[in-house]
């Protein structure tokens, strides 16, 4: 690991091939967003963000060790009435093969930590009562 936040992926003679932290960090926020039921990348107690910013990606950390194998950490909001274990475990497999597939580097694991859960905007709308039904006898 270089001590500037890039990760070495390849030496040749012709020269090395380096990839910033951050833009892992980028590749697993987007592959965690494409996954259905998650609602939110989340910074803590922060709003939920999902994108792409300058900098750091808040609700994103990447690890390298010494080997070159990448370990990533998620803050997630999942949405309400999807199965959690179930898309955590989607956000991991999504992450591993995009990080891998796009920059060639071993991912050692994917930590997915889900921080809060979300009811869609039709959730929360409160349903019209049903009108009654009158009963009519014919006699």
Not at 24 to 53: C, H, P, R
Not at 71 to 96: C, D, F, M, N, W
Not at 102 to 116: A, C, E, I, P, Q
């Amino acid at each position: 690991m270089t001590n500037d936040n890039n990760t070495p992926v390849e030496a040749q003679e012709s020269g090395q091939i380096n990839i910033a932290e951050e833009v892992i960090a980028n590749i697993a926020s987007i592959a965690a967003a494409e996954v259905e039921g998650l609602a939110g990348v989340k910074q803590g107690g922060m709003a939920d963000i999902v994108g792409i910013f300058g900098g750091k990606q808040k609700g994103v950390e990447v690890r390298l060790n010494d080997e070159g194998q990448v370990q990533v950490s998620l803050k997630v909001t999942v949405a309400y009435g999807h199965p959690i274990h179930e898309v955590a475990r989607r956000i991991q497999e999504k992450v591993t093969a995009d990080i891998n597939t796009m920059t060639g580097l071993d991912v050692r694991g994917v930590d997915v930590y889900v921080k809060d859960l979300k009811l869609s905007s039709n959730e929360t709308e409160v349903a019209e009562e049903p009108e009654e039904l009158t009963e009519t006898s014919e006699e």
